[in-house]
């Protein structure tokens, strides 16, 4: 790496150097005007942290458990498409940097390995989830939940913000396709090949005939705990909640899907109230430093995710980037604790907020 990366921008900034025009814009737009992926980055510093003095902070730990699971802290790797166009290391490189920092990683359905590749090559003990997209063809979706529940993967996690791609002019600008040699195997299976795909094509294998419904079915039917992700109106959280599912991520899909919808930091708090405890939340969306992490927390969210964080990390440096990362924020985040007055990550309640 030809800097010493001292923050998560720092990161940003070298994958943008090392990615071609299409794969950077693929990974870093938003959709339309990016009203949202701005906001997303810009609202968790409106939410101001109030500190309590003479708290004793000679032992602040960051580790938590999500949906019961022990982690080293409240951050998680979100699901994120085609790793391997970030670095050779790939969604297996990203499973080793979770699992060594303690933490949960998400295969995207979308992935550039199958969930066994994955379980295969990062540490078997290791907690993962599974991002599910249910494609028309549900054969395909249900081989890979299959091949997931099989190797290991603890939790599945619907995501129903997207029938279709939201509107990513870096792509139309660029004529995003998928590199030669960079192979999603469900789109294989789905259509027979993946080559030269465009991101329009890939969301054209969706099922947009999905509906809630659908969600009680794959709740009841699934061994596993599902999270539903791309929760926007609190009205959809309790309907969620209501059929059974043991998390809500609330997440406008990083900026990607319908421009000019809230930040997630400003839809997290109305979540929280509509379940009422009823499940955990989750949000993703800008996640930057390890003062936003305390700020979703004390609006009452259990963990966050990052999505593109955790792939500047793996294009800047593959699973040890990845790694550097996610170590970046657990320290940052243990600095915003101590400094904040909160020892245990409970401690991190609405009373912090200015
Ligand atoms: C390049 C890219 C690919 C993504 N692919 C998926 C995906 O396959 N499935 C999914 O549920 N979300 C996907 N997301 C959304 C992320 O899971 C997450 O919601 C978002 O990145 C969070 O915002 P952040 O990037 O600001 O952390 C993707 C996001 C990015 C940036
Ligand atoms: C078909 C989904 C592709 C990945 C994705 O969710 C995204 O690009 O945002």
Redo the contacts with the bound molecule.
């Keep these: 790496m030809p800097i010493d990366p001292c923050c998560l921008a720092d990161y940003e900034a070298l994958a943008q150097e090392l990615l071609d025009a299409g794969p950077h814009g693929y990974f870093a737009g938003g959709a339309g005007d990016e009203r949202t992926l701005r906001a997303n980055v810009a609202a968790w510093g409106e939410h101001r942290l109030l500190p309590r003095v003479l708290v004793d902070v000679h032992d602040v730990s960051t580790a938590t458990t999500v949906l019961g699971t022990p982690v080293s802290m409240p951050v998680l790797v979100a699901p994120v498409?085609l790793q391997k166009m970030a670095h050779p290391d790939g969604e297996a490189g990203m499973a080793r940097a979770a699992a060594a920092a303690g933490t949960i990683m998400t295969l995207?359905t979308?992935a550039t390995s199958t969930p066994s590749e994955v379980a295969t090559g990062a540490p078997a003990d290791a907690p993962r989830w599974f991002q599910v997209?249910v494609l028309s063809d549900r054969g395909v979706t249900r081989t890979l939940v299959e091949e997931a529940e099989a190797c290991g993967f603890t939790a599945l996690v619907l995501t129903v913000d997207?029938p279709r791609?939201g509107r990513r002019e870096c792509d139309l600008r660029t004529g995003f396709a998928v590199p030669e040699g960079i192979d999603m195997p469900a789109v294989t299976s789905a259509t027979g090949g993946s080559a030269g795909i465009t991101?329009a094509g890939?969301?054209s294998l969706?099922d947009t005939t999905l509906s809630w419904d659908d969600l009680e079915t794959f709740v009841a039917d699934s061994p596993l705990p599902v999270l539903v992700k791309g929760i926007h109106h609190p009205a959809d959280a309790r309907k969620a909640v209501e059929r059974g599912v043991a998390g809500v991520v609330v997440s406008n899909?990083g900026g990607?899907q319908l421009d000019n919808v809230p930040a997630t930091a400003d839809m997290l708090g109305p979540v929280v109230d509509a379940v009422a405890g009823a499940a955990e939340i989750l949000v993703d969306g800008g996640i930057r430093r390890g003062t936003d992490v305390c700020a979703a927390l004390a609006l009452g969210a259990r963990a966050v995710l990052v999505g593109r964080p955790a792939l500047w990390g793996l294009t800047a440096g593959g699973e040890a980037g990845a790694l550097q990362v996610l170590k970046l924020l657990q320290a940052e985040l243990e600095l915003a604790m101590t400094l904040l007055g909160c020892a245990r990550v409970e401690d991190i309640t609405a009373d912090r907020l200015a």
């Design positions: 498409a995207s979308i997209y997207a791609a991101p890939f969301f969706m899909h990607r």
